[in-house]
């Protein structure tokens, strides 16, 4: 039988990727700025992450993972500090914050950041003039 053991020699698991610090905001009055840093995901933590993203499941379970690998990348201080952000019932930061977080550290990450269809450039127009064809209602099947 195959066995798959982790080597004893093997570093943990090299970093992929730098850390990323990001600013999140607060709201004045009731919660400050904070600058967070998420540390580079294992290979392990990245798997397991994508597998679950590119996954046909549902809503809460998708954004229970997200949260969950987000989490997983901070120090204590940044996981509480975030935790009390979603849990604070007068502060609007929640799931679209963490999502938009997630895509952010993925496209650093990955160094191929995406555009959105906005930022896309247009395409281009069709030279010459728009076919006057019409088409057929039915094939013939004799």
């Known amino acids: ?4 053991v982790t080597a004893v020699e093997r570093d943990d ?3 992929l ?3 990323v610090t990001f600013m999140v905001r607060g709201i004045p009055d009731l919660v400050d700025d904070r600058e967070v840093t998420a540390h580079s995901p294992t290979s392990g933590q990245l798997t397991l992450f994508m597998a679950v993203a ?3 499941i549902d809503t809460p379970e998708a954004m229970a993972t997200s949260i969950n690998f987000l989490f997983s990348l901070l120090d204590p201080s940044d996981y509480s500090y975030l935790k009390r952000r979603l849990l604070k019932r007068d502060d609007p ?3 679209k914050e963490i999502a938009d977080i997630l895509i952010y550290l993925i496209e650093e990450w990955s160094a191929r950041p995406t555009q959105s269809p906005s930022d896309s450039p247009t395409s281009r127009s069709r030279g010459g003039r728009s076919s006057t064809a019409r088409r057929s209602s039915a094939a013939s099947t004799r």
């Open 93 to 95: 930061f929640g799931a």
């Open 54 to 56: 590119g996954d046909t």
């Open 1 to 4: 039988m195959k066995e798959f």
């Open 13 to 15: 698991d090299p970093q």
């Open 17 to 19: 990727a730098d850390d």
